[in-house]
């Protein structure tokens, strides 16, 4: 069995208190539906909460036609680093000797 199903199985409670009127207007929705209004609200929730996270947590990146080209377009043609760019590559490279292959934390012999 996946992990994914075991936690479906698994059942957890939500209870809330809300206005009639939130009341009446979701057993209404859930009614046209025809689903309970438990149901319903699981669905729409759910759905609400997995969208919201994907946009939070930007797994998904929609670009238009034009905004595609444009992303390409700067791919293809990278700028020169500026000034700020390199003085931090100089202060990255002084700070660890030019040793790109240097740990950014102690060792156990208690050097960086």
């Known amino acids: 069995?996946?992990?994914?199903s075991a936690s479906y199985q698994e059942k957890g409670r939500i209870t809330a208190r809300v206005p009639l009127v939130v009341q009446e207007t979701i057993q209404r929705a859930a009614e046209l539906t025809g689903i309970p209004a438990?149901?319903?609200?699981?669905?729409?929730?759910?759905q609400h909460a997995q969208e919201f996270i994907d946009r939070h947590e930007m797994k998904n990146i929609v670009l238009s036609g034009q905004d595609s080209e444009w992303f390409l377009e700067q791919l293809a043609r990278?700028?020169?680093?500026?000034?700020?760019?390199?003085?931090?590559?100089?202060?990255?490279?002084e700070m660890f000797d030019g040793d790109e292959d240097s740990a950014a934390f102690?060792?156990?012999e208690g050097t960086a």
């Open 1 to 4: 069995m996946s992990r994914m």
């Open 38 to 46: 438990n149901a319903y609200i699981v669905q729409v929730v759910h």
């Open 78 to 93: 990278p700028r020169s680093p500026n000034a700020k760019l390199k003085k931090a590559l100089t202060g990255y490279q």
């Open 106 to 108: 102690p060792t156990s």
